[in-house]
């Protein structure tokens, strides 16, 4: 199969015209002609994932977040992203990203934590320009449970080793917003949609106290946490929607912040 028809199918899953203006979902590098059997997904382009895909026999990566986002004045072969680039043209293995695309997608990132959470979705949290769906969901719980019991709950299935809670820990949830990745922008959507939490990462100092100060509650499980676990759900599509290829999930895939919890005089990693 060549990277062209491989292409044509992540295209079904998550069509690339559907991604964010701002956005570079699709083909960052690589041949449309050139062959594929077998695909190794990431959350991201590192070194040690090229190393996975030489070891994997892979000649295409897909990943989540973007290798190339803003244009590129020069390509410097000596540090990131050219130094990545380089390794992928020499070895020959391509890069194609699925990124505002699989957030959006019908099925994809958004989709899948409202699976999780059971939630009975009936909005779309920041609606595409491009007219068809959007960032994040919004619905109803099946069961009301407090803010607390809600977080415990995320931190178990993501999993997320720590959680940033804004809001009292013993309020009522019954209508929640979600946006994986970096959403706390979105807060002020999500209580105009009668949510009465977000779930999100990456939640800046200034969201938080702002939605404090309304009485909404944020829940912010870290950027990784909220978007890692969505690559095993990407490749059970593609396994789905192109079978005769082997698809495989980069072992190295971890948050690239090493937690520390203090307790009393010391701190200790997580």
Not at 16 to 27: K, V, Y
Not at 71 to 92: D, F, M
Not at 121 to 127: F, K, M, N, R, S
Not at 225 to 249: C, D, Y
Request: proline share 7%; glycine share 8%.
């Amino acid at each position: 199969m060549t990277l062209e028809e491989v292409l044509s199918h992540l295209d079904r899953i998550a069509p690339f015209s559907i991604a964010l203006p701002w956005d570079n979902s699709g083909l960052q590098v690589g041949d449309p002609s050139q062959e594929v059997t077998d695909i190794l997904l990431a959350l991201e382009l590192t070194s040690h994932v090229v190393m996975e895909a030489l070891d994997y026999g892979a000649q295409l990566i897909v990943t989540h977040h973007p290798l190339i986002l803003p244009p590129l004045k020069s390509l410097l072969l000596h540090r990131n992203p050219g130094s990545l680039i380089a390794s992928l043209v020499k070895r020959e293995i391509a890069l194609v990203t699925m990124h505002t695309n699989w957030d959006i997608a019908p099925g994809g990132l958004s989709d899948a934590l409202a699976h999780k959470l059971l939630l009975e979705v009936d909005a779309v949290l920041e609606p595409s320009t491009q007219g068809e769906g959007g960032i994040g969901r919004v619905g109803s719980l099946p069961n009301p449970e407090t803010l607390d019991a809600l977080t415990n709950r995320l931190m178990k299935e993501l999993p997320a080793p720590w959680a940033r809670v804004v809001g009292d820990p013993q309020m009522t949830v019954e209508r929640v917003a979600l946006c994986p990745g970096s959403g706390g922008d979105l807060w002020p959507r999500a209580r105009d949609l009668e949510a009465q939490v977000l779930i999100t990462g990456d939640v800046k100092h200034h969201q938080a106290r702002e939605a404090l100060e309304e009485g909404f509650a944020l829940l912010d499980l870290g950027h990784f946490a909220t978007e890692a676990w969505g690559m095993e759900v990407l490749a059970e599509r593609i396994r789905r929607e192109i079978p005769s290829l082997k698809v495989s999930l980069e072992g190295s895939l971890k948050d690239p912040f090493t937690i520390y919890i203090r307790g009393g005089s010391r701190c200790e990693k997580r």
